[in-house]
C-alpha cells in the first residue's frame, strides 16, 4: 500500500498527507461594465466547454455572461455580484450545483436559479434542498440553446417576450 501512496504523491505532487488538494480555479470575470445594463446570468459548470459555449450564446443573445468553472468559484462570484440568474449543473466538484443554488437563495431570494443536468439519478442530490423548503427547476441535458433562452427570458422578470 505505501508503494501506492507514494506513486499517487509524485503523480500528482499535490497530495500532502495522503490526502489530495483542490485548486479552485480563477474566476473569469467578477463585473460587467458599467454601461452593460444587459440581464447578468451566471453559468456554472466544471465541464470549461459548456461554460464558455453557453456564455457565447448568451452574450450574443442579449445576456451579460458570468462564467464559474467550479461550484467554489461560483460562491466567490455571488458574494461580489448579484446575477439576475443563476444556471448551474447539479454534479460538479466539491461544492455542487444545489449547494450554489441553496447559497444563491440565501443571498438573494428573488434570484432565479435554474440547474441542470445529464443524469436523472442526480436528482438525489436536490433532497437536501428539498428537506430546506428550496425548490429548483431542473432541466434536461443536452439542452437546446434556444430551450434555455425560453426559459431564462420567462424567469428574468421583464424579459418575458
Not at 438525489?124 to 428550496?134: R, V
Request: proline share 8%.
Amino acid at each position: 500500500m505505501k508503494k501506492i501512496g507514494d506513486l499517487l504523491r509524485r503523480i500528482s505532487g499535490k497530495m500532502r498527507d495522503s490526502s489530495p488538494t483542490y485548486e479552485i480555479p480563477q474566476p473569469v470575470q467578477f463585473e460587467r461594465p458599467e454601461l452593460d445594463s444587459r440581464p447578468m446570468v451566471l453559468v456554472v459548470d466544471d465541464e470549461r466547454v459548456f461554460v464558455d459555449t453557453f456564455a457565447m450564446i448568451l452574450d450574443q443573445s442579449g445576456y451579460y455572461p458570468l462564467k464559474a468553472y467550479s461550484g467554489e468559484q461560483a460562491l466567490a462570484l455571488i458574494e461580489e455580484v448579484r446575477p439576475d440568474l443563476v444556471f448551474a449543473d447539479i454534479v460538479m466538484g466539491w461544492v455542487n450545483g444545489v449547494e450554489v443554488a441553496m447559497a444563491v437563495k440565501q443571498r438573494w431570494p428573488d434570484c432565479p436559479v435554474l440547474l441542470t443536468t445529464g443524469h436523472y439519478g442526480n436528482l438525489k442530490l436536490l433532497e437536501p434542498a428539498e428537506a430546506a423548503g428550496y425548490q429548483f427547476e431542473v432541466l434536461a441535458r443536452p439542452i437546446h440553446p434556444n430551450d434555455l433562452l425560453a426559459k431564462l427570458a420567462a424567469a428574468i422578470p421583464g424579459r418575458a417576450s
